[in-house]
C-alpha cells in the first residue's frame, strides 16, 4: 500500500501560479496528478516514471512542468493558470508506466487537492 497526501491547492487568479505537492509513504517509480472538474470526467495531467519520462496532457503542455524529489515527493508547478485548469488535483501512484489515458491502470490515489482559478 502507498499512501498519498497532496497539498499547495487554493485560489489565484488568471495567469497566476501554483506548486503542487504529493508525499508518498514509500517510493514508488511512477507518479502522476490526475484532475476532475464538477461534471466532468477525471483527465490526466502529467506523469513522470523512474526513468525521467514524462507525459503531459495537450492542454498543459508548456505551462505545466512535474518533478521528483527524494524518490517520495512528487510536484506539480502550474504556471500561467486559466479558469479552465479549476478542478480537484488528485496525486496517483502505482502504474506500471507512465500514461494519462486510463486512470483505472493507477492503483494508488490521494484524497485530492483544490485548485480554484478566478478569470
Known amino acids: 500500500q502507498v499512501q498519498l497526501v497532496e497539498s499547495g491547492g487554493g485560489s489565484v487568479q488568471a495567469g497566476g501560479s501554483l506548486r503542487l505537492s504529493c508525499a508518498a509513504s514509500?517510493?514508488?517509480?511512477?507518479m502522476g496528478w490526475f484532475r476532475q472538474a464538477p461534471g466532468k470526467e477525471r483527465e490526466g495531467v502529467a506523469c513522470?516514471?523512474?526513468?525521467?519520462?514524462q507525459r503531459f496532457a495537450d492542454s498543459v503542455r508548456g505551462r505545466f512542468t512535474i518533478s521528483k524529489a527524494n524518490a517520495e515527493n512528487l510536484y506539480l508547478q502550474m504556471n500561467s493558470l486559466k479558469p479552465e485548469d479549476t478542478a480537484m488535483y488528485y496525486c496517483?501512484?502505482?502504474?506500471?508506466?507512465?500514461?494519462?489515458?486510463?486512470?483505472?491502470?493507477?492503483?494508488?490515489w490521494g484524497q485530492g487537492t483544490q485548485v480554484t482559478v478566478s478569470a
Open positions: 513522470i516514471d523512474s526513468g525521467g519520462i
Open positions: 496517483a501512484a502505482g502504474a506500471r508506466r507512465c500514461q494519462l489515458e486510463d486512470f483505472h491502470a493507477w492503483n494508488y
Open positions: 514509500r517510493y514508488t517509480s511512477t
